[in-house]
């Protein structure tokens, strides 16, 4: 009975997003998203109740805490020889306790989002809006800013460079989520050599895909499948004067990280370490989004580091 209750309340709840979106050309939406969905190729409400039935399917979710204390943060290149000057000096860093998602946030998780706050759904939606077989997908194509939306709207954020590293790699320093071992077929959804693939729609995993390669606290894909957006700004130099405790990036910049790698890139890429930044609007067909929370109560350090670099 517990279980039919939940499946009512959810289906309640999305009956009520789609009368919302339907009867209100007003209906809310994030402040860094605009809705634009409306065209011939996927009209949103044209299969309503098949949206409806996407939106109430079940998919993998719930969140894993990761302890707070030290771990170690960046790159040896004496241990890691593709070690970037982006990814130095290593050093340990302390972290208070936080939770992230164990898994990726999936199609069915961003399509409930969309049927919510009228947000326009990723160009990759072609099907009206994608096919079942893709809903425990990662989403893809998302933007920073509509990948900051998801996760305050799931009353959550995005995680900070340092959580998603932590929680990807554990507190030793390890290349890749299981180890120093390079990625294999069984470990990890990235383009080995020679595979490199480019379809219409990616060849994406499941996102409970992979439990060989998980992190030390159990969760999956943080090598491959899509990258994911983090919190900060990207600043190359940023970890020669970077906070010890905490540390939420530069105050400012022009491009915000992604970590990870992904589905049709080099494993040296997927690296726990590995940085790469985009603009805030980018969307790409690498790169979804895992959302984190802060345990109960303020956070100790939220004050941004103004980054002064030392020589």
Known sequence: MKQGGRICEKRCQVVLFLLACCLSPLASC????????????????????????LALLDVPEGMVS???GPFLMGSDPKVDRAAGPQEQPQRPV??????????EVTNVHYLRFVLATGTAWPPFWMQDPFLEKMALHPVI????????????????????????????????????????EPAGWLKSNIAHSGSKRGFKYPPL???????KGVSPYGVYQMAGNVSEWVSDWFDPEYYRSSLPDNPMGPATGELKVFRGGSWNEDPEVARSAGRNGGTLDRKSYLTGLRCAKSEAGPRPSTIRYQLTKTP
């Open 141 to 180: 194509g998302v933007s920073w800013e509509e990948a900051n939306a998801y996760c305050r709207w799931v009353g959550k954020r995005l995680p900070t460079e340092a959580e998603w590293e932590k929680a990807a790699r554990g507190e030793d320093g390890r290349v890749f989520p299981w180890g120093n």
């Open 66 to 68: 990761v302890p707070g």
């Open 205 to 211: 995993a499941n996102v409970n895909r992979y439990d």
């Open 30 to 53: 994030p402040e860094d998203a605009h809705a634009d969905h409306l065209s011939p190729k996927h009209d949103p409400w044209a299969q309503p109740w098949e949206l409806e039935r």
């Open 94 to 103: 302390s972290l208070d306790t936080f939770e992230i998602d164990r898994y």
